[in-house]
């Protein structure tokens, strides 16, 4: 998880895959408020639940009915989340339950809302979310604790001198109690494998951190590549992200001309 003393220790090993492709890596460090979740506890009409814990969730220990108040689309494929409030007595929202964007479990994940203002929430499994009815007494136990931490992206040029650069990037982070190998030391590796065939082109490699948690490294790169007028120098990006799994290879390109090409390449 981002910011954790695992996520150091995953920085320095992935310096270190770099230096194996022959590159010589850097750390662009930056401050974060960490999140440090316990396992939620949740029960359903008396019944224990599966849950997963909900990435910076204010903690509460609650209990009252469930309500379904809305539905997001899913960040890959075509599945809608629904999600559930939990009111108490006096009618007042105290929590509330959302579909895991996973098709298995009740990984743990981060909510729609930025990270100071996510309420007391809990994942729950797609399957689990199709037999929430409004009305169902429910309790919830939700708790975290908030952290100061530093967290790094890993940084290394190729060799070549031109002025504009492509990047090649993953992110290196996982979630709670997640082992990260699909999602996604397979993208890391990925570009490690990028970084020993491109030595003398263009290329940047990079693996982000505290990507499962809204993107906070890659926003941060280029929030300072802005600040520093580096951003024009950047003609494109390759990112990887889950590619050791699945049965399709899912290509997400633009501009049309690029994305044409890539679905050529990808064919041959």
Not at 21 to 37: C, H, K, R, T, V
Not at 89 to 112: H, K, N, Q, W, Y
Not at 169 to 190: C, L, M, Q
Not at 201 to 207: G, K, N, S
Request: with cysteine; charged share 25%.
């Amino acid at each position: 998880p981002a910011g954790s003393p695992a996520s150091a220790l995953a920085a320095d090993a992935v310096a270190d895959g770099f230096r194996d492709a022959g590159l010589s890596p850097a750390f662009q460090e930056f401050d974060l408020l960490a999140y440090e979740p316990e396992e939620p506890q949740l029960s359903v009409e008396g019944e224990e639940w599966p849950a997963g814990p909900c990435m910076y969730a204010h903690p509460a220990d609650v209990e009252g009915r469930v309500r379904r108040i809305g539905a997001t689309k899913a960040p890959v494929g075509d599945r809608m989340l629904a999600t559930f409030a939990i009111v108490d007595g006096d009618g007042r929202e105290v929590a509330r339950l959302t579909t895991s964007p996973f098709s298995r479990g009740a990984i743990p994940f981060a909510s729609a809302h930025y990270h100071v203002t996510t309420p007391p929430t809990a994942f729950v499994a797609a399957h689990d979310a199709e037999r929430l009815e409004d009305g169902m007494h429910v309790r919830l136990r939700v708790a975290g604790e908030f952290v100061r931490r530093r967290d790094r992206n890993v940084i290394a040029d190729a060799h070549g001198r031109g002025e504009q650069r492509v990047l090649a990037t993953a992110h290196y982070d996982s979630v709670f109690r997640g082992p990260g190998a699909i999602d996604n030391a397979t993208g890391v590796e990925g570009v490690r494998r990028i970084g020993e065939r491109a030595l003398d082109l263009d290329v940047t490699l990079i693996a982000f951190a505290a990507e499962e948690i809204k993107l906070v490294g890659s926003r941060y790169f280029v929030d300072e590549a802005k600040l520093r007028s580096e951003l024009d120098r950047i003609v494109g990006v390759v990112n990887l992200d889950c590619v050791a799994h699945g049965d399709k290879l899912m290509l997400l390109a633009s501009p049309d001309e690029l994305r044409g090409r890539a679905v050529e390449t990808a064919r041959a």
